[in-house]
């Protein structure tokens, strides 16, 4: 855990809760001066010297509120140009991974593209941009790339895992929102004199819930500790497609114990499961994670990947201790 970790989250939470519900405009402002997108710079380099917990924790306080704003795509494109030793321009920045629409493409100051075995940064007048919304009604924008970036590295870093770490860490948050407000709607709300938290097929659905929650969570937790250690491609594929089963089982649950409230655009329950099912499919679906992960247990065979689950963990638990 880095040393500053305490002070991080102490800043988020409070700046997070406080934009709870505000818009792009008013939102990302705030969020840019606050320098999150600085966090895996090195320090001597400038930035804050963070690790991968450091981001789990913060972009998991933005999914627990909902942050209309950008955090997960700044954070990335700055760490992959200060890997790069390419100079990030003010403004802005966003990430483009392979066969992927680009999150808030409309709004960006520049664009950091990874694949192909290359590291590229564009700026504006060298892509055009076809806007799209997410579930969530948020950017997420099909970019054309018809001009030479201003910089280019060769690099064999793989934006989608990474990207699929970030949404992971996203989605734990979420689900706990959803979970929460789920928990009080079912204690508040009386059907046939008596608070729905006292029927039983109730209780059985938020235990499900809760079960696919802690999954999410631990799955985040593993994907962080292993990109601290230098190789998460396995517990990546792992958590993005866990996160994904959670999402198809949790979502329903969520909006069957809330009736039709939840569905309101006042309410914010649907604040969180519409990013919850863009999530879902952003960085590769679960088709694709599936595919990955089966392919890697494959190649393992069946004694190798008892070895390779326990060294990792065996790795993990050195890290933490």
């Not at 991974?97 to 290359?118: E, L, N, W, Y």
């Not at 970019?143 to 989608?160: C, H, K, Q, R, Y």
């Not at 996203?170 to 046939?192: K, M, P, Y």
């Amino acid at each position: 855990m880095s040393e500053n970790r305490t002070l991080l989250v102490e800043m988020a939470e409070g700046l997070f809760a406080d934009l709870s519900g505000a818009e792009f405009a008013s939102a990302w402002p705030r969020v840019a001066e606050a320098g999150f997108a600085s966090l895996l710079v090195p320090a001597d380099a400038g930035g804050f010297g963070g690790d991968w917990g450091d981001v789990l924790a913060v972009l998991r306080l933005a999914g627990l509120n909902a942050l209309a704003a950008p955090l997960a795509e700044p954070i990335l494109a700055h760490h992959l140009l200060a890997q790069a030793g390419i100079a990030a321009p003010e403004g802005l920045l966003t990430i483009a991974a392979p066969g992927q629409r680009v999150p808030f493409a409309r709004h960006a100051d520049g664009i950091v593209r990874a694949g192909d075995g290359a590291v590229a940064l564009y700026l504006p007048g060298s892509y055009s941009v076809t806007q799209g919304t997410s579930p969530a009604g948020e950017p997420w924008d099909a970019v054309d790339f018809t001009g030479e970036p201003v910089a280019s590295v060769a690099s064999d870093i793989d934006l989608l895992a990474l990207g699929a770490f970030a949404r992971v860490a996203q989605a734990s948050g979420a689900l706990e929102a959803a979970f929460t407000l789920s928990i009080d709607h079912v204690n508040t709300r009386v059907q046939f004199g008596r608070a729905l938290a006292k029927f039983q097929a109730v209780q059985q659905a938020l235990a499900e819930f809760s079960e696919e929650a802690a999954a999410v969570d631990a799955s985040a937790a593993a994907c962080a500790a292993a990109l601290d250690h230098g190789d998460a491609g396995f517990e990546i594929a792992a958590a993005k497609l866990r996160t994904g089963i959670a999402i198809d089982r949790s979502v329903p649950i969520a909006h069957r114990v809330h009736g039709a409230i939840g569905f309101t655009i006042e309410y914010a329950l649907n604040h969180h499961t519409r990013r919850l099912m863009g999530w879902r499919s952003e960085f590769g679906s679960d088709s694709f994670w599936a595919e990955r992960l089966g392919r890697a247990v494959a190649k393992l065979g069946g004694k190798g990947l008892w070895h390779e689950v326990a060294a990792r963990t065996d790795r993990q638990v050195a890290a933490s201790g």
